[in-house]
């Protein structure tokens, strides 16, 4: 059975930083991309981050600079470091399998950035 698992959400004030982890199981981790989504209240969904098996990497015009993705396949794991917070990075964070890989979803971990 396929299940990712994030962590690392919490409260924090507007410009300091959380790290977010997503552990993978059930699926080949090592071939597959990984991408971050965040959902705010009442808004869509939105990528926030990728990267490809092979460690390239792609952010959201809103997130560049401030945020950054890495991956470390002996762990299965893959990371958001997010610096720099703002009020409007409050949202539930996501991390997804690449779409050839079935696309599954994480739970969510909430982060809230408050002013």
């Known amino acids: 059975q396929v299940q990712l698992v994030e962590s690392g959400g919490g409260l924090v004030q507007a410009g300091g930083s959380l790290k977010l982890s997503c552990t993978a199981s059930?699926?080949?981790?090592?071939?597959?991309?990984m991408s971050w989504y965040r959902q705010a209240p009442g808004k869509q969904r939105e990528m926030v981050a990728t990267?490809?098996?092979?460690?390239?990497?792609n952010y959201a015009d809103s997130v560049k600079g401030r945020f950054s993705t890495s991956r470390d396949n002996a762990k299965n794991t893959v990371y958001l470091q997010m610096n720099n917070l703002k009020p409007e990075d409050t949202a539930v964070y996501y991390c997804?399998?690449?779409?050839?890989?079935?696309?599954?979803w994480g739970q969510g971990t909430q982060v809230t950035v408050s002013s």
């Open positions: 059930g699926i080949a981790f090592s071939s597959s991309a």
């Open positions: 990267i490809s098996n092979s460690g390239s990497t």
């Open positions: 997804k399998t690449g779409w050839k890989y079935g696309g599954y």
